[in-house]
């Protein structure tokens, strides 16, 4: 018999790195609801027509495609198989997909809903994605995302807010040096424009997105196996030779593309985002304008947001933009909206690298009732019981085994008391407790284990 196994780039999550993974959940939610965001969920699966086109070209290639129930090869497109028209194929042996983000789930969701929805629609979700991905480090093929959108306003200030939920966030939880990175669609499109390559910014942007990974020299190599001629390629310079200090990136940007209508209104949106954002004060993180930042995701169309963590070996945690027209592609015209998504993984990773979870983070019971017998047992379950109402954590020992083996459990679980009920306690009414770390024991009243618990924890 094989050993069980679970398939690469998914994971197992013990307790403590539950309680952990919880945290951050807690801290990013917190932070959503205090701007007045709402909270919704989409199913895991989605129609593959509803996710194929929405991602590019090689995040297509990524979607994780569900096999239709029963004889799938029943209605098979056979001359595709043949041929080994796999994508074609694909279609006529399954017609349901896993959701490879959140945000295109989304857009469907509010055009379904949309006679029930107060526009702007403010929304937050956290769910899991699936993508075909090839594993690594910080790179899973199931992560969890934590979105946060407005849809139904084109107003500037949702970017000026979204600039702020990722500062609060990551500043509650203590992630150090982050830097978040702001461009703009239509920059992008000015360049392209000046450039003479218009018609090739989808290859544009899928190219400079992976400049970070791979370096400008491939970038321009990757350009030209494109179809980017040397003197295209060449024109694309000064998008890698800019500053990223928002003033002057936003200067030399707005003197770069001042023949450029499209571009100049790139520069002027952005230079509004970061002069808002900036007068307001960010708590922590650095704020950067960086005009090689495309995102090569399809439906963006104005601002684009990254957040990295120089300093950890890990790529981006975080990032979003705003699409015009992402509800059109399913019936519903001229909806705009911006969003953005925390990585809650690789968050964990940069934290767990820099060792930032508080103590309190992986907390679990915080009492454990010793188990003497029967008598002993039921005033146990039901002390146990009033201090659970009280907000306690606390297990009862299910038997009346060794005393020894009932305080190696509490110590294997790091359980920071453990109370002895016995003969005395049954008469006087009262509970001793041990501080398993220091060693002390006290014998007082309910009322004093509770103040004393919720005093060191």
């Known amino acids: 018999m094989s050993k069980p196994s679970i398939p690469k780039g998914t994971r197992d999550f013990t307790p403590d790195e539950m309680a952990r993974r919880n945290f951050i959940f807690d801290t990013i939610r917190g932070v959503f609801q205090s701007f007045g965001f709402a909270q919704i969920e989409t199913p895991a699966m989605e129609n593959l027509a509803t996710l194929t086109g929405k991602y590019g070209e090689e995040g297509d290639q990524l979607i994780f495609k569900i096999l239709n129930n029963g004889d799938f090869l029943a209605k ?17 042996i399954s017609k349901k997909a896993l959701r490879y983000d959140l945000t295109v789930p989304f857009a469907r969701f509010v055009v379904m809903n949309q006679n029930e929805l107060t526009f702007p629609f403010r929304r937050f979700q956290i769910q899991p994605v699936w993508r ?18 407005i849809v139904g306003s084109d107003s500037l200030l949702s970017e000026v807010e979204l600039v702020q939920i990722f500062d609060e966030v990551l500043h509650r939880l203590h992630i150090p040096g982050f830097e978040i990175v702001l461009n703009n669609r239509k920059v992008l499109a000015g360049i392209a424009e000046l450039a003479g390559v218009t018609d090739k910014l989808t290859e544009m942007t899928v190219a400079i997105d992976k400049l970070d990974k791979i370096g400008r020299e491939k970038v321009e190599e990757e350009l030209s196996t494109r179809g980017f001629t040397d003197e295209q390629v060449s024109k694309l310079a000064p998008l890698f030779e800019m500053e ?21 209104k790139g520069v002027d949106e952005l230079e509004t985002v970061v002069n808002y954002a900036l007068d307001l004060g960010l708590r922590s993180g650095k704020l950067l304008v960086d005009p090689t930042l495309a995102r090569g ?33 399913f ?5 705009s909206g911006v969003g953005i998504s925390f990585g809650a993984d690789r968050i964990y990773d940069v934290m767990s690298h820099f060792e930032l979870f508080p103590a309190g983070a992986s907390r679990g019971t915080e009492l454990l009732f010793v188990n003497f017998g029967a008598d002993e047992e039921r005033r146990c379950m039901q002390l146990a019981t009033e201090l659970r109402r009280e907000g306690i954590r606390v297990e009862v020992y299910p038997e009346a085994t060794k005393l020894k083996k009932q305080m190696k459990y509490a110590n294997d679980k790091s359980i920071p008391y453990v109370s002895m009920i016995g003969s005395d306690e049954l008469t006087s009414g009262q509970v001793t407790i041990k501080e398993m770390e220091s060693g002390e024991q006290f014998t007082i009243s309910l009322n ?10």
């Open 76 to 92: 098979a497109d056979r001359t595709a198989l043949e041929v080994g028209d796999s994508k074609k194929a694909s279609f006529s």
């Open 132 to 149: 075909g991905d090839r594993p690594g480090k910080g790179r899973y093929q199931e992560f969890y995302q934590c979105d946060v959108d």
């Open 244 to 264: 990223t200090s928002p003033k002057e990136a936003i200067s030399q940007l707005r003197d770069h593309l001042k023949t450029s209508e499209m571009g100049s």
């Open 297 to 329: 995701l399809n439906y963006y169309t104005g601002a684009i947001f990254e957040v990295k963590v120089p300093d950890a070996p890990i790529g981006s945690i975080c990032g979003g933009g705003r699409y015009d027209d992402l509800t059109g592609i």
């Open 331 to 335: 019936g519903l015209k001229g909806l």
């Open 448 to 457: 004093e284990v509770i103040g004393k618990i919720r005093q060191v924890l």
